[in-house]
């Protein structure tokens, strides 16, 4: 029994759509074991934009930190491409991760049985489904490094820096290490050792801390086979570690594998395990009010909440079931339908997987 806070920044577009059907799982998990989750709904991106001339409120930074965890939908759209570069919806998202420290991106990447035909790899390579998980660093590298312009040997030139301190490099590590304990205990640190002085300390420092997890199977892979093996035989991977840059890269390869982009959550987490948590899809403003977005990759983001920071496996897994069985029943939003399935929008879909819950 517990009683959790949750900051619920719906946010632009499909945004609104999607985070009430999760509210809505939420609230019916909270009813069936017990548990009290409280929502607190503020403005970040465009809308807030509309409402208080900025992207992120402090109100909505106040409201965020104080909660246990915040719940995310989509920044962004067409209306608001002429803001000042400072205030574009999008910098909201990064405010919110520099804030709240949330130093660990978490992307999972599934193919159900039942969408298997959306896969673009042969049938035989991922026969039997797949389930990766890949943990990325989000808040250091070569995209927060030194950077600038200087004469070079010839000429003027650009350079941007990779940078990693062994503090950054630990802490990404220690929650890729206790995922993994949480799922098939085979953890892949992907780096480019045999080039960068700092995929060397990445390594340095795993080797340090893998004897804190003896049941931890621990390999190291250079990111150009990472990459090539994604698409040869990604079911030899389960949890994969790697820094900014290259987990930027890796988990956009992952999920395209999918071939649901519609389906996929994601988690970004700080020490403490407190996280953010949202689909991986943009606010598709096109769609928006129309009942037509897909809400399962929000619903399937808050099964992550449970998960993640609030030790609630069971609850995720009722969450996870009841996706599963709703896909296996033929039901399909728009942007995963196919001959044969039952058309859906996004309420109906909702409704059909708390019926499962």
């Given amino acids: 029994m517990g009683n959790y806070n949750i ?19 939420l609230t019916a998990i909270g009813e069936k074991w017990g548990h009290t989750f ?37 920044v962004g759209g067409p209306k608001w491409d002429n803001v000042a570069n400072a205030q ?21 990447a599934k193919i159900y049985d039942a969408l298997a035909d959306a896969c673009p790899l042969k049938a035989e390579i991922v026969e039997g489904g797949l389930d990766i998980l890949i943990v990325r660093e989000l808040t250091g590298g070569i995209y927060f490094g030194e950077r600038g312009y200087r004469e070079g040997k010839y000429g003027n030139e650009a350079y941007d ?17 206790e995922v993994a304990m949480q799922r098939g205990k085979k953890l892949c640190c992907v780096d480019k050792a045999n080039v960068l ?4 300390l990445w390594r340095k420092v795993a080797e340090e801390m893998k004897s804190d997890y003896p049941e931890v199977e621990l390999s190291y892979m250079y990111i150009d086979n990472a990459a090539m093996q994604m698409v040869r035989n990604p079911k030899q991977f389960d949890v994969i570690v790697t820094s900014n840059m290259f987990g930027d890269i890796l988990s956009d390869e992952a999920s395209m594998i999918t071939g649901s982009i519609g389906l ?25 009010g129309q009942n037509k977005a897909n809400p399962v990759a929000a619903i399937l983001s808050v099964a992550m909440m449970l998960q993640y920071t609030f030790h609630l496996s069971a609850e995720a897994e009722a969450i996870e079931n009841a996706v599963t069985a709703v896909l296996e029943a033929g039901y399909r939003t728009g942007d995963i339908y196919s001959e044969g399935m039952i058309a859906v929008g996004t309420k109906e879909m909702g409704a059909e997987i708390l019926a499962r819950i």
């Fill in 88 to 108: 574009r919806p999008e910098k909201a998202l990064l405010g919110l991760r520099k804030e709240l420290d949330l130093f660990s991106n978490l992307r999972p």
């Fill in 7 to 25: 900051a619920v920044v719906a946010g632009d577009g499909i945004g609104p759509e999607v985070t009430k059907e999760a509210m809505s799982v």
């Fill in 264 to 288: 996929l959550p994601s988690a970004s987490l700080n020490g403490t395990n407190k996280g953010m948590y949202e689909p991986i899809h943009g606010s598709a403003p096109d769609i928006a």
């Fill in 38 to 74: 409280t929502f607190n709904e503020v403005l970040a991106g465009g809308c807030a934009i509309d409402a208080y001339g900025e992207c992120l409120p402090e109100s909505t930074l106040d409201a965020c930190k104080a909660a246990d965890a915040v719940m995310l939908g989509a």
């Fill in 161 to 177: 820096v990779e940078t990693y301190s062994e503090m950054e490099i630990s802490r990404i590590l220690k929650n890729a290490f």
């Fill in 197 to 200: 002085e700092s995929s060397r």
